[in-house]
C-alpha cells in the first residue's frame, strides 16, 4: 500500500510544527524521515495516525484519504514508549496481538516467533520493568509487529540501541521492506541509518529541506572526499593540489574534498610518497554533511525572521 502525505502543515498554538511538509512511502522501499530534535518528525507521524488533525494537507493511502479503520491495521511504535511495566515479557506481546484480534494460540506463536527475532527469547517470562532500555525498546517493536502490519511506522526505533542491536534491527525492517510492506522510520541519527535508508525526507523546522534516493543524493553533489590516515604530519605535498580543499586535519587523519577532475589515485600517491598511509577511502558525503548544507538556508530563514 502507497502512503503519501500531502502538503501537512500542523501548529501548537503560535509554533508551527509542520509547514507544507509532504512524503511518499512506497511498498518495499525503507524510507527514512530524518532530521534533528524538534524538526517535527513525531508531529508527522502522530498527523499520520490520526492523534492529530492537520490544519491542512491531508495523508492518503493508496491515492484516497486514510481512515481510522485502515490505521487500526497498521503497526506503530511511539516515541514516548507505552508498556505494561509489571507484565511478563512474553504476555505483553500477546496481550498486543490479542488487540489486534489475533486468537491466543495464533498471538502467542508469532509472539515466540518474534521475540526470537529481536532476541529476547530467553527473557519471555521476565517482568517487563526488569528488562534493560534497549531490550524494553525492542519488546515495544514485537508488541507493534505482531499482528504483521503491512504499514509499519516507527518512531526513532534505534534510539537507545547498542551497535549489535542496530545491526540487528536493521535486518528486521529489512526483510520486512523485502516482503512489501510500507515502512517509515524516524531518526535523528543521521549517519546511523544512512546505509539502511533507501529514501529519505529531511526536515527542519517543519520544512522539508532534503528528499529522495539515498545513492542519488550523496552521488549528486559530486563531492567526494579522500580520508587518508598518514604516520606524517607533513602537508607540503597538497601544495601540489590547488583545488583540493582540506574538510578535517586531525592527528594523524585527514579529511580532502576532491573536485571533479582530480584523480584521487595521484593524490594518494603524493600522499605515500611523503609518508608511510595506514588507512585511506573515497567517500561520498554523509546524510549529515548533506543535511547542513541542505538546512543552512532554513537557519538563514529563520534568522531574519
Ligand atoms: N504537545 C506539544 N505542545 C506544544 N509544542 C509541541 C508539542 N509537541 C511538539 N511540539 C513542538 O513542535 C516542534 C516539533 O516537535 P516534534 O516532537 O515533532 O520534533 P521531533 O522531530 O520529533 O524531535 P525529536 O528528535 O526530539 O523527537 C517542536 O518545536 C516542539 O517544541
Ligand atoms: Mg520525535
Redesign the pocket.
Known amino acids: 500500500m502507497r502512503l503519501a502525505v500531502r502538503e501537512v502543515s500542523y501548529a501548537?498554538?503560535d509554533?508551527v510544527?509542520l509547514d507544507e511538509v509532504s512524503l511518499d512511502v512506497t511498498p518495499g522501499v525503507l524510507t527514512g524521515l530524518l532530521?534533528?530534535?524538534?524538526?517535527?518528525?513525531?508531529?508527522?507521524m502522530r498527523v499520520l495516525l490520526g492523534v492529530l488533525r492537520p490544519a491542512r494537507g491531508e495523508v492518503l493511502l493508496d491515492g484516497r484519504p486514510v481512515g481510522d479503520e485502515d490505521r487500526r491495521r497498521w503497526g506503530y511504535m511511539p516515541?514516548e514508549r507505552g508498556l505494561y511495566p509489571g507484565m511478563p515479557v512474553g504476555d505483553q506481546v500477546i496481550h498486543f496481538g490479542r488487540l489486534h484480534g489475533l486468537s491466543r494460540p495464533d498471538a502467542t506463536r508469532r509472539a515466540r516467533a518474534l521475540l526470537e527475532e529481536l532476541e529476547l527469547a530467553d527473557r519471555w517470562s521476565d517482568r517487563t520493568d526488569k528488562l534493560s532500555g534497549g531490550m524494553q525498546q525492542r519488546l515495544q517493536l514485537a508488541t507493534s509487529l505482531v499482528h504483521e502490519p503491512q504499514v509499519i511506522v516507527l518512531?526513532?526505533p534505534f534510539s537507545g540501541l547498542d551497535p549489535v542491536a542496530v545491526a540487528s534491527l536493521s535486518t528486521t525492517l529489512r526483510q520486512r521492506a523485502r516482503t512489501g510492506c510500507t515502512l517509515l522510520f524516524?531518526s535523528?541519527q543521521l549517519d546511523l541509518v544512512q546505509d539502511l535508508c533507501e529514501e529519505i525526507v529531511m526536515?527542519d523546522h517543519?520544512r522539508t529541506v532534503l528528499q529522495g534516493e539515498v545513492a542519488q543524493l550523496r552521488a549528486a553533489t559530486g563531492q567526494r572526499q579522500l580520508r587518508l590516515h598518514l604516520r606524517t604530519r607533513d602537508r607540503a605535498w597538497l601544495h601540489g593540489f590547488p583545488a583540493v580543499r582540506v574538510i578535517a586535519d586531525e592527528a594523524d587523519d585527514l579529511r580532502l574534498d576532491l573536485p571533479t577532475g582530480v584523480e584521487p589515485l595521484e593524490v594518494l600517491d603524493a600522499a605515500r610518497a611523503a609518508g608511510p598511509v595506514i588507512d585511506f577511502g573515497l567517500e561520498l558525503p554523509t546524510l549529515s554533511q548533506l543535511f547542513l548544507a541542505a538546512a543552512l538556508p532554513t537557519h538563514e530563514r529563520a534568522g531574519a525572521g
Open positions: 501548537f498554538g509554533r510544527a532530521g534533528p530534535n524538534g524538526a517535527g518528525k513525531t508531529t508527522l516515541q518512531d526513532e524516524s535523528h526536515v517543519g
